[in-house]
Each structure stands twice: as structure tokens, then as C-alpha cells.
């Protein structure tokens, strides 16, 4: 199938690509998935019962390094053999979020995959999915040089049930649901922290499965203060990234982001915090009474007003508004307490 029989619909970010087998008429409905999916992943052949009724909704994000693609589908076989194979121009891993159906997958063994599990594949091995229900998944497409950088040798994550044997599996599944392409587009941190953090999992993951144990070394725990502490004095700066700070303290990003995830954080999230701590302290001061909410979250280090309302009230329950005058409430009730 050629790339140019069919036209790629854009949605409102032009980051964004959105297609869809209702746009073309059910007996063009299983070539158009197959054209979707070889375009969007990897080129396969796929099948189901009835193919004039087969339904494939897909949302595609392409970054660098990594493409994120949200699916979701009626029951299906794709296979990827010999010739599939062969049409394949770059080589990829493949990382799968499965969020609903039940998957039946010879890869490197033959295993069942449910809600929650993660499948990891090579591009370069042969593939035989079988999905039995109505199905949805986050599948991510790495490129060889990102995996590697990472993970020196992806065969430890293949054929394995990561979930079901990595405690950081299961941190790593988290995150990845997280991960949808309309997240990723409007996410309040820079892409390329968001890649950052998914391949410091990734290392995380494939060192616990190859036997080695993710304990924070005091080494580590000292990155991690330093890293704190760079955080907290830079974190105005809306375009702050984990290579700034791994530039300031001679290490490397990776170096960095393994010290964090050795203690159950990450450069995200850590940054977030400290954002957040410094807007609260600005919005419960009377010294900046005259400075507005959106500045205040400027200043803070969010680029964005509404991203900087929608965190601060997911971590508080409070709009920066509601902040700002339950804060002046009790100055006002303990002047008036001290007045008595």
C-alpha cells in the first residue's frame, strides 16, 4: 500500500496526526488499516472476520527519537514475517502500553498480554499478534540510537512479562499511560524531558530484569541533592532541561536521571515541585499583592497561564486565585486576633 493513496488528516496541533477507518468506505476499511499502520508503526499484514466492519482509531505524535501512537480497535491478527520484514527501511523497538483487550503474542515466546501489561519487540524479529476483543493501546516506536543510548542490550526487555517481573516495570507502565500523543503536545514540561525520563525508566527497568538491583548509592543520594539544588535556584527558567543541569555538574543526562530514579523520582516531576513551591510562596506574600496570578506563574517557571492553573490546582485543589485570598483570609484573621 502506498503512502499516497490515502491523505493524513491533521488535528488541531499540527503536531498531531488523526485518522480513522470511518473516513473511507467498509470495503476500504482493512487496506486503509493497513496502510495506517505501516505508516504510522511498521509494516503488517492484517486480518480480521469481517472486514467491511473493522474499526481502527488512531492518534500519532512523531518526536525526535520516539513516535507515540494511541490505537484503539476491533479484533484483529497482525503479523509481521519475512516480508514485512523486509519493507521495514530503519530498524525499531517497540514498546506497548496494552490498556484493553486480550493479546495473544508470539515473539520471542508465546505469551497472553492483558490491561497493564508492557510488550517490548524488535522490528527485526518476526511478530504474530492476535487480539481476540475490542482493543487500545499506547505503542511506542524508539528508534535504535535512543534505545541503546539507554539500555546497551534491549534483548533483556524482549519475550519477558516486564510488569510481572520489574517493580520498576510497573513504574514504568505508569508512565507510559501517561503518555498520550494529546498529553504530550500540552504537557507543561519540554518534550524532550518527558523522552528524557521515559528512557531513564527504560535503563531502570532492564537493569532490574538482567539481575542487577536499583539501590540508591550514597553517590546517587549526592547527585540527587545537587540536582535538588540546581533545580530550586533555576527553575524559573521556563526552558529548563535535565542537560542544563547535567551540563552545570559535569555528568551526563543519563548519569543524572539514574541517580533520581534510584530514589523513586524524576526531572519532571522534580522541577514541577519546585515550580510549584515557589508559586505558592509568591501567592501566599503580600509582597507580590500587586503582581498578577498569570505573572506569577511566569516568574515561576510556567510558560503557559492555563497549564500553570491546571497544575496548581491538580497538586492543591486550589486556582492561584482561590490561593491568593484564602491566604489574605488568615492575614486578616490573625491581625484582627492580634489586635484583640
Not at 136 to 157: C, G, I
Not at 234 to 250: E, G, H, I, M, W
Not at 286 to 306: H, K, M, N, Q
Request: contains cysteine.
Amino acid at each position: 500500500m502506498q503512502r499516497e493513496e490515502y491523505s493524513v488528516v491533521r488535528a488541531e496541533s499540527s503536531q498531531l496526526v488523526r485518522l480513522s477507518t470511518r473516513d473511507v468506505a467498509p470495503a476500504d476499511r482493512l487496506s486503509y488499516a493497513s496502510w495506517i499502520l505501516s505508516s504510522a508503526l511498521a509494516p503488517s499484514s492484517v486480518s480480521t472476520v469481517t472486514p467491511s466492519e473493522y474499526e481502527l482509531e488512531v492518534t500519532a505524535l512523531e518526536l525526535p527519537s520516539i513516535a507515540i501512537v494511541a490505537q484503539s480497535g476491533s479484533p484483529q491478527r497482525s503479523i509481521r514475517a519475512r516480508p514485512e520484514i523486509r519493507r521495514t527501511s530503519q530498524r525499531y523497538f517497540f514498546l506497548v502500553l496494552v490498556l484493553s483487550g486480550s493479546w495473544q503474542v508470539t515473539n520471542v515466546s508465546r505469551t497472553r498480554f492483558g490491561p497493564g501489561d508492557l510488550i517490548f519487540y524488535d522490528s527485526r524479529c518476526q511478530l504474530d499478534c492476535n487480539i481476540l476483543l475490542h482493543w487500545s493501546d499506547v505503542n511506542l516506536q524508539l528508534s535504535e540510537q535512543f534505545v541503546r543510548k539507554w539500555v546497551p542490550n534491549p534483548a533483556v526487555l524482549g519475550g519477558r512479562r516486564i510488569c510481572r517481573d520489574s517493580q520498576w516495570g510497573r513504574v514504568l507502565a505508569s508512565y507510559v499511560a501517561q503518555l498520550s500523543p494529546d498529553f504530550v503536545v500540552q504537557a507543561p514540561l519540554p518534550q524532550a524531558v518527558l523522552i528524557d525520563q521515559l528512557g531513564a525508566l527504560l535503563a531502570l527497568t532492564a537493569s532490574e530484569l538482567s539481575g542487577s538491583r536499583a539501590v540508591s548509592t550514597p553517590a546517587e543520594r549526592s547527585v540527587r541533592d545537587h540536582v535538588y539544588d540546581h533545580i530550586t535556584q533555576r527553575c524559573p527558567d521556563s526552558s529548563l532541561q535535565a542537560a542544563d543541569v547535567a551540563s552545570s555538574l559535569n555528568i551526563s543526562k543519563r548519569t543524572l536521571h539514574r541517580a533520581l530514579a534510584a530514589g523513586g523520582e524524576t526531572f519532571g516531576a522534580m522541577l514541577i515541585q519546585a515550580r510549584l513551591d515557589l508559586a505558592v510562596r509568591m501567592l501566599q506574600s503580600p509582597l507580590f499583592d500587586r503582581v498578577t496570578t498569570a505573572e506569577i506563574g511566569r516568574r515561576a517557571g510556567f510558560s503557559d497561564a492555563s497549564h500553570f492553573v491546571k497544575v496548581l490546582r491538580r497538586h492543591t485543589g486550589q486556582t492561584p486565585l482561590q490561593m491568593r485570598r484564602a491566604s489574605h483570609g488568615k492575614l486578616i484573621a490573625q491581625s484582627t486576633t492580634s489586635a484583640d
